[in-house]
């Protein structure tokens, strides 16, 4: 890592390594002294240049040690790319505070050992080529907390980003508030949340980088503001720390408590990383975002034929209703992460619902197709019972409604084109979902989905069952594929209503009219993609190709419609939907 010569704070250089923890220990040879390092992970005693060389993670167990700001700036950005703000903003003592020592002597002695000017360093840089505003906390100056300083400084990054237009890209690490500063510490809670919605009202892209600790007001405040949360592995993040909590509760903590894995399993992060993933991650994050390609490169008209039927009658020769579910059904036939890798060639997955979990039934992420930025979002089943049952069966759950609900606000803030792959039997039955609210969480999405701003394409690529599979096909463009199918109920559900077993599915297959002709000439979807002879699953990558293409036509076709255009002509293709007598 390289800092501008002109742009260094004004404080003494910052070290190459941050102080030794009190585990570290150093031993002199007669030539030269060479530095250990007790690994606080598993004990080993590790040789200091070795643990240099793997960015300060431990190479017997994995354990990331902490890094100080200028280290961290070397996992996140392009080498020799920062370029520090001048100047960078300088605490002062605004109480006189005194404790066992005088806070301004805290202060000085912690601008001595670190080089900073106070807990964070922030400037410019590029990650992957891309441009972002940037913000390092360093946690061995007073512990990372949050006075004065650390709320402008991260605020001043905030408005960087803002009139620049550019991601803003913050790592944290921090203890919390800094109490020596009293109310005005607590009041920079306040002002860095507020910086960070002005941002999010504006579609800038904000990511938080969550590393080790993360506590305290500062997590209550900016560092779980970001559009998209990263947390380094590890990491413990929270609001008040464990030995906390374990004194006012008397209880055991569980395993893991407020480690990033333990957060990830419960919606609250995006990604869990390791420490030499997180820059490849950012670059590919920034390019699924802001596109690889000229804006217009997947605009422009292809020759040849359409690659979407909207015709019914040159749908002939279909299959009987119940040989289409079949069809429909086949395990054999491609997901929707199987979609979503042939028409992406970079595909950013992005988890959490931020409330409760992580539900694998619904995937979704930031993509690029032939160079446009998408968000993607689809049902995920499975090719065998391991993956099937681990997904649900595609039956998702409310987490992973509210899960496609926040991706779907995230894009349009970006003015991301969203595309849906619908494939679900529907809604996930069950306690757990009723308590936590499925049909809230369906009905939100449906409502969400209708006041987007951008293109929404929605694609039934197997079964699209009742309101669990509507709630990601409120779309401008509804397409289907030939052998798939899009009901209100399943026949064998419809059957066992009506006649107490599901022994009729067959017939009232053909009576709920769920196949593609049929639903093309009510009006439900706007087109038909053609599959392979046999189906999909006899030829997935024609049937991905034809799909692709179906998807990039429609995007073409909506690319010129303003935010208020596509709002009101995804209105008006659901309110002419139905048929009433007399009209």
Not at 295 to 307: K, L, V
Not at 463 to 472: D, I, N, P, Q, T
Not at 516 to 539: K, N, S, T, Y
Request: net charge neutral; charged share 20%; hydrophobic share 40%.
């Amino acid at each position: 890592m390289t800092i501008s010569p002109a742009a260094v704070p004004t404080a003494p250089p910052a070290p190459t390594a941050p102080a030794a923890p009190a585990t570290a220990s150093t031993t002199a040879s007669a030539t030269a002294p060479v530095a250990w390092a007790r690994c606080p992970g598993c004990a080993a005693i590790v040789y200091a240049p070795r643990l240099a060389r793997t960015q300060r993670v431990c190479p017997e167990c994995g354990h990331h040690h902490r890094l100080n700001a200028v280290e961290r700036l070397r996992t996140l950005v392009d080498d020799g790319s920062f370029r520090a703000a001048v100047p960078q903003v300088r605490g002062a003592d605004p109480l006189g505070f005194t404790d066992s020592r005088p806070y301004a002597e805290r202060l000085a002695q912690a601008r001595g050992r670190t080089g900073l000017d106070d807990a964070v360093l922030y400037g410019t840089a590029t990650a992957g080529g891309h441009r972002v505003v940037v913000a390092v906390m360093d946690f061995s100056f007073l512990g990372g907390s949050m006075g004065s300083a650390v709320g402008e400084a991260v605020t001043r990054a905030c408005e960087r980003a803002l009139d620049e237009r550019v991601p803003l890209v913050l790592a944290v690490a921090s203890g919390g508030a800094r109490m020596q500063e009293g109310a005005l510490s607590l009041m920079q809670m306040g002002k860095t949340a507020q910086a960070m919605r002005r941002l999010r009202r504006a579609g800038v892209l904000s990511v938080c980088v969550l590393t080790d600790p993360t506590f305290g007001g500062v997590t209550a405040s900016f560092a779980t503001l970001g559009d998209v949360l990263v947390a380094e592995r590890g990491a413990l993040v929270g609001f008040a720390g464990p030995r906390v909590i374990a004194s006012a509760t008397r209880e055991k903590l569980p395993r893991g408590f407020q480690s990033a894995e333990y957060l990830a399993g419960r919606g609250m992060l995006d990604r869990v990383e390791p420490r030499d993933g997180l820059r490849p991650l950012l670059a590919r994050l920034l390019s699924t975002t802001r596109g690889a390609a000229s804006p217009g490169h997947a605009q422009e008209p292809p020759g040849g034929p359409s690659a979407v039927i909207r015709d019914p009658g040159e749908l002939s020769g279909a299959p009987a209703a119940q040989e289409t579910v079949r069809l429909a059904r086949d395990t054999r036939r491609p997901t929707a992460l199987d979609y979503i890798w042939h028409l992406c060639s970079d595909f950013v997955e992005l988890h959490g619902d931020r409330t409760h979990g992580d539900d694998p039934a619904i995937v979704g992420g930031t993509g690029l197709i032939d160079g446009t930025p998408v968000m993607v979002i689809g049902h995920q089943k499975g090719h065998d019972t391991s993956e099937l049952v681990a997904r649900n069966f595609g039956l998702a759950h409310p987490e992973g409604y509210r899960k496609a609900l926040r991706l779907m606000g995230l894009a349009d803030r970006l003015g991301l084109p969203v595309v849906t792959l619908v494939d679900t039997q529907g809604a996930a039955p069950g306690v757990g979902a009723e308590e936590r609210g499925q049909a809230w969480a369906i009905a939100e999405c449906l409502a969400g989905m209708s006041e987007l701003s951008v293109p929404v394409v929605a694609t039934v690529v197997g079964e699209g069952g009742s309101g669990g599979a509507l709630a990601l096909a409120m779309a401008n463009r509804v397409l289907m594929l030939r052998h798939a199918v899009y009901s209100v109920i399943s026949p064998e559900s419809c059957s066992t209503i009506l006649y107490g077993d599901p022994s009729h599915a067959p017939e009232l297959a053909g009576s709920l009219r769920i196949t593609a002709p049929e639903l093309l000439r009510l009006g439900v979807v706007d087109g038909v993609v053609p599959e392979p002879p046999g189906g999909a699953q006899e030829d997935p990558a024609a049937a991905m190709d034809a799909l692709k293409a179906a998807v990039l036509e429609s995007l073409r076709e909506l690319s010129g419609l303003s935010g208020d255009e596509l709002r009101k002509h995804r209105h008006e293709r659901f309110r002419g939907l139905g048929v009433i007598e007399g009209e």
